[in-house]
């Protein structure tokens, strides 16, 4: 178990002990391409599909160093979270696969394909109203009662560490890349993201990508400070979470940019992606191909690794379709 | 070029051959699994996804080796077919990539997508009703006005040796399998994979699936000759076709057995792939789950290859959505 206090202290020997020990528990996710999109784009993308991960999503690699990095002893009494989705349902899956119990506090607006995964992992699920507020109201009376070992969603080294995994592999499917973009809402990937580029692949520039409408570590990047809105509402509903302290360090420290797209342009990425690259992937995962196509500038003739973070879609639901 | 006039003669040499001529235009699709649905069925699954290809389909195999195999003086006059969409498709994307013409026949009711793929390919497309018989009469036509040479979707030696590659990269992804299944339409996938299985993997079984709405594959393979329906409706439209003499030879010699799934099954192990799988597939590659789902005595316990040949679908018209 890391036994860091702080995301400052994160070594790039931590992202390989997470690798070692959550190898097991992961899937190393295949990079795809796309001619028609390279095409429309003047870009070569490769696009690191996290959406195939059995739980659907890159959050099962923090979720699984933090379980795994448990003592018996500690994991005896579980763990406990909150989340808009995907970390809920791949800590349920780690702990799930580990035999302990888990217990997430979700937004009763979380997409119902996500809240059946938590179920079927094995997690209990208690509702909160959709705001920062709340849920971390309900998450202190859940904990409390449970005493479960807290793996937050995204600010915390153990979790930080395992989403790093993800970059490195890419690196090595890719043989380098001249830029990374992912999505940012609390900061996880991104910062897992900076840990490892940052030391393995110092050249590479490191882009974040937000919808416009949910654009706090946009806003935080340009004032060099946290900014934190309660309830933003985005299609992107992996993205509604603010920075905190730990992801702040490597978004400030590491980021060289952070790009912004409407609802419009995310849904049309989205649409695009599963036309051309034939995925079936979150609103979330598409704000990043969002914006390489409203900069083309930047990303033109550049070899740029894409991460599609997650796959868990109400199929019944798509946003392109009215109704 | 091959010079077989006949199936019965292709060898598994002209299987590695065609993998020589076609590997700079294909992709080497990854194979997929799914805890869930390995649970669901009981089975190991082996999914392979042919529907990465960029032009969507595994159909490219076989139209990259016919197209590629050509001498400089017949590619000249280019290529002309008639195909449901995914075969008129993958030739127009081969001629595209030798840079020379080619004339297709579809069906005027072919999904939009598989029209929009043939243009953007630089295919020209001359459309017909859905039925054999207007396709064959259109096709006559089409063919005597521009002198192309005629590369039919699936009764051709040079298409069945290209598709063969298929199965030979997912015995080699696997480490072998106890039995390979795929969609049956015309019969093109299921000779290639049983002139690779019988000569690489003898031991291997190997099923077709077939939508109960057209099963005239089911038919003929119980009553030991071919019956062809002139236009039947399913949902599964790359399926419509009959059997022709040279996927005959290879379907009542090497086949195990033909299983047959309705419609709302297909659409069920069509739902079922996008949600757990989270990939993008036509109706007719659900086909195989289907008849799984249908069968489980058959399959529980054992490796199962599963060949998802497309991925051109019309993301309008999701066919678990009313309206």
Same mark, same amino acid.
């Given at each position: ?165 993800? +970059? /490195?592999?890419? @690196? ?7 830029? *990374? ?5 609390? =900061?996880?990937? #991104? ?93 979330? +995962? /598409?704000?990043? @191909? ?7 500038? *930047? ?5 740029? =690794?894409?991460? #599609? ?15």
């Amino acid at each position: 178990m890391l036994d860091h206090t702080s995301a400052a202290d994160l070594t790039i020997a931590d992202m390989h002990a997470a690798h070692d020990r959550i190898k097991p528990y992961i899937r190393r996710t295949p990079v795809m391409v796309s001619d028609y999109l390279n095409d429309m784009t003047g870009a070569q993308l490769f696009f690191k599909c996290e959406n195939f991960q059995e739980a659907g999503a890159f959050k099962v690699r923090g979720a699984s160093n933090a379980v795994f990095g448990l003592s018996d002893e500690m994991a005896a009494k579980g763990v406990c979270t909150h989340s808009s989705g995907n970390h809920a349902l791949s800590l349920s899956y780690a702990a799930g696969r580990r035999g302990i119990p888990c217990n997430v506090v979700m937004p009763r607006t979380a997409p119902q394909a996500k809240k059946d995964a938590v179920r079927r992992y094995g997690g209990t699920i208690t509702e909160c109203d959709p705001s920062t507020s709340s849920r971390e109201a309900t998450f202190a009376e859940v904990q409390a009662r449970t005493g479960g070992e807290f793996v937050h969603p995204y600010n915390d080294p153990r979790v930080i560490a395992g989403q790093a995994t993800c +970059s /490195a592999e890419l @690196l090595e499917q890719t043989d380098g890349v001249d830029a *990374v973009i992912a999505p940012i809402g609390g =900061g996880g990937m #991104i910062s897992g993201t900076c840990l490892t580029v940052s030391n393995l692949a110092p050249d590479t520039a490191i882009y974040a990508a937000e919808p416009e409408q949910a654009d706090d570590a946009y806003r935080s990047f340009k004032a060099g400070h946290i900014i934190a809105d309660d309830a933003p509402k985005t299609i992107a509903d992996g993205l509604l979470v603010p920075l905190k302290e730990n992801t702040w360090h490597f978004v400030s420290n590491h980021v060289t940019d952070i790009f912004t797209a409407s609802e419009d342009e995310i849904i049309e990425a989205m649409k695009l992606t599963w036309k051309y690259l034939r995925v079936v992937m979150e609103p979330s +995962s /598409a704000v990043p @191909l969002a914006t390489i196509l409203k900069n083309p500038k *930047v990303f033109r003739g550049k070899r740029v =690794g894409v991460i #599609i973070t997650g796959g868990n879609v109400d199929l019944e639901k798509l946003p392109w379709l009215k109704g």
